[in-house]
């Protein structure tokens, strides 16, 4: 099974950074797409974006510009670094990959 483990989420304010990374454990199929999702409190998780195995990225309309998608295949580890930081991107914050999800890493974003 593949285990996937969010970490560097926390508190930051309005117009702060953060860099959320993803560990994967398992076999990861290069095949693959990994993603980022995320869930607000009494919202449907939602699509934040997305990098193939060779790199090609994607992202939603409300983070693009401001978040980049990044992939470290030969340290099985995704990451999303976050700038200018805004109220509404305060959710919990999932990477996954092939039917598996990680369970997920808080960001909040408030003065």
């Known amino acids: 099974q593949v285990q996937l483990v969010e970490s560097g989420g926390g508190l930051v304010q309005p117009g702060g950074s953060l860099r959320l990374s993803c560990a994967a454990s398992?076999?990861?199929?290069?095949?693959?797409?990994m993603y980022w999702y995320r869930q607000a409190p009494g919202k449907q998780r939602e699509y934040v974006a997305q990098i193939s195995s060779g790199g090609t990225t994607h992202y939603a309309d409300s983070v693009k510009g401001r978040f980049t998608i990044s992939r470290d295949n030969a340290k099985n580890t995704l990451y999303l670094q976050m700038n200018s930081l805004k109220p509404e991107d305060t959710a919990v914050y999932y990477c996954y990959h092939n039917t598996y999800w990680g369970k997920g890493t808080l960001v909040t974003v408030s003065s």
């Open positions: 398992g076999r990861i199929l290069s095949t693959y797409a």
